[in-house]
């Protein structure tokens, strides 16, 4: 299945640099990179991205200026609307071996819109942090997006994970491991793109509540039908 990996990034070009060519090296899939232009212009990003931008798998977008994660993950999806299959990612994660394989046999197994990722920290069987989902999940369960609009951090996690579930699609692959190198779990240090996402948790949290207690509404414009 053709697989579009989303992978929004700010203030952390080397460290994303590197997690691209890891998801380069352990899947097949192309990488959607979306980060501020005023970042592309920069000396640093040059001398980073040299290589990984050398490779036809490797997509790029520019925006004006800085967007929250749901934002970076949707204009990912608008951009690049006709792939089976799409992952959410992130510039903090590191992919093991055989990652992919895993998720397409799990996939194949069970039938599943949406396979969660082991990210060697949450109980995948309760929540997924980073997943897998087919175009037609996306479509049919999680309202055209990849990401709920209504968050800007935190929680479009957990909306997706139970939205799945709701419909019967969710499934854990255990053995698929992205490594979230997160400050949450203390494999990070602070840095300042978590300062900037940190203040914006509480409200995510309040809207996940909220969108709970009414059933996931698809309140929103979809990205994709």
């Given at each position: 299945m ?7 990034t ?9 997690c691209v ?14 980060t501020?232009i ?7 990003w ?9 490779s036809?798998?490797?997509?790029c ?5 800085p967007?929250?994660?749901s934002?970076?993950w949707n204009l ?6 006709n792939?089976?299959a799409?992952f ?13 394989d895993?998720?397409?046999?799990v996939?194949k197994?069970?039938g599943?819109?949406?396979?969660g ?13 980073h ?18 609009p209504?968050y800007r ?5 957990f909306?997706?994970?139970e939205r799945?579930k709701r419909?019967g699609?969710?499934v854990?692959a255990e053995h698929?491991k ?9 494999a ?9 996402a940190?203040?914006k948790?509480v ?6 509540d909220y969108?709970?207690?009414h059933?996931w ?9």
């Open positions: 053709r697989t579009a990996l989303i992978l929004p700010l203030g952390r070009p080397e460290q994303a640099a590197k060519e890891q998801l380069l090296r352990t899947s097949p899939a192309d990488v959607v990179i979306i501020p005023r970042e592309t212009v920069t000396d640093v040059t001398r980073t991205y040299r290589h990984v931008m050398e036809d798998r490797v997509i977008i520019d925006t004006i200026g967007v929250n994660a934002d970076g990912g999806l608008r951009k690049n609307p792939y089976d799409y959410l990612a992130a510039d903090d994660i590191w992919a093991h071996d055989g990652w992919h895993e998720v397409l046999r996939h197994e069970s599943a819109g949406m396979v990722i082991n990210d060697m920290h949450s109980d995948g069987n309760i929540i997924a942090t997943y897998w989902m087919t175009r037609d999940f996306i479509v049919k369960h999680n309202g055209g997006v990849m990401s709920c209504w951090s935190w929680c479009m996690n909306e997706t994970t799945a419909a699609q969710y854990y698929a992205l490594e979230h190198r997160h400050v949450q779990w203390n990070a240090l602070m840095d300042n793109t978590y300062k900037i940190k203040p948790h409200y995510d949290q309040v809207v996940c969108r709970r207690c059933g509404p698809d309140d929103f414009e979809a990205v994709i039908s």
